[in-house]
Nanobody
Framework: QVQLVESGGGLVQPGGSLRLSCVVS????????MGWYRQAPGKQREFVAD???????HYVDSVKGRFTISRDNGKNTAYLQMNSLKPEDTAVYYC?????????WGQGTQVTVSS
């Protein structure tokens, strides 16, 4: 009964920026950790970033210094600011929220980094 809607993906040139948003609605009773995974064609889904309720963050090494995850608890929304984008960042980006007993996932938003 939890729904997540991602937005903000698109086509950007190398070195450019995008800001992804993830809005959560439905039967969620408490604020919970949220984050992002991504999946490139032919590859496994990869952890990108997460953020706790109090704002602690983690990133995969390949995006450290370039991506920033943030959240607005009042809006049940998470964001992923992506700067200095590289072609290898091309993937479908999926948002999740740590609902119990299993996490809930969005449908994904395509990010393409190309000249």
């Amino acid at each position: 009964q939890v729904q997540l809607v991602e937005s903000g993906g698109g086509l950007v040139q190398p070195g450019g920026s995008l800001r992804l948003s993830c809005v959560v609605s439905g039967s969620i009773f408490r604020v919970r950790p949220m984050g992002w995974y991504r999946q490139a064609p032919g590859k496994q889904r990869e952890f990108v970033a997460d953020i706790t309720v109090d704002g602690s963050v983690h990133y995969v090494d390949s995006v450290k210094g370039r991506f920033t995850i943030s959240r607005d608890n009042g809006k049940n929304t998470a964001y992923l600011q992506m700067n200095s984008l590289k072609p290898e960042d091309t993937a479908v980006y999926y948002c999740y929220v740590s609902t119990v007993p299993n996490p809930s996932w969005g449908q994904g938003t395509q990010v393409t980094v190309s000249s």
